[in-house]
């Protein structure tokens, strides 16, 4: 349910932040949003888990909350570059950290070499040098086109967890990963013929 965050973010993108509808790009999102669920689809037929509403309702806000933080992203980046947005949002989400960390009640921390090195790397390279370039997205492309990134990250995580953790590829992971690709494309290719127009 999370991979709806860019469908959110396309409407949501119209509506308050004024970028025009381009009505090719609806299938391509959907398309993109079935690579997502084929991906996922052994995970989906394999849980054993009831669907509650309240779940499905909370995940829900998390996806529009997060189309919403990507269209107040574009709003800042009319009078803020994408390093200074994402200098903020690092220092931002370090000051709510210091404050919400208690509460999780961490009786015995983790700190040695390899905790402090992947907190590193996280911070530098997934933060970022991640939301730097996602905010230049959002500032060049649009808050819609941009948020596709939604679909290409479980894409990119089974890829590399195939290859770095020797996960299983499955036949769907396979095809979601192609629709996701083959997606991608075609709005891309949408742009481009907007942008000559």
Do not use: Q, W
Request: charged share 10%; net charge positive.
């Amino acid at each position: 349910m999370l991979a709806s965050s860019p469908i959110f973010t396309l409407i949501l993108s119209i509506v308050f932040a004024n970028e025009k509808l381009n009505y090719k790009l609806i299938p391509y999102f959907l398309l993109g949003f079935l690579g997502v669920f084929l991906i996922f689809f052994n995970e989906f037929v394999n849980a054993k888990v009831s669907v509650h509403i309240l779940n499905l309702l909370l995940i829900a806000c998390a996806s529009i909350s997060y189309a919403i933080g990507v269209i107040l992203l574009k709003k800042v980046s009319e009078f803020m570059d994408a390093f200074t947005s994402s200098f903020y949002l690092m220092l931002f989400g370090f000051i709510f950290s210091l404050f919400s960390i208690p509460m999780f009640n961490v009786t015995k921390p983790i700190l040695n070499v390899n905790s402090v090195l992947a907190l590193l790397f996280a911070s530098v390279v997934l933060n970022g040098f991640g939301y730097a370039y996602f905010f230049y997205a959002i500032s060049k492309f649009g808050a819609g086109r941009a948020s596709f990134i939604g679909y290409l990250v479980p894409f990119f995580s089974t890829l590399y967890g195939t290859i770095f953790l020797r996960e299983t590829l499955t036949p769907f992971a396979i095809a979601g990963g192609a629709l996701i690709i083959l997606s991608s494309y075609l709005i891309n290719r949408v742009t481009i013929d907007v942008s000559k127009t």
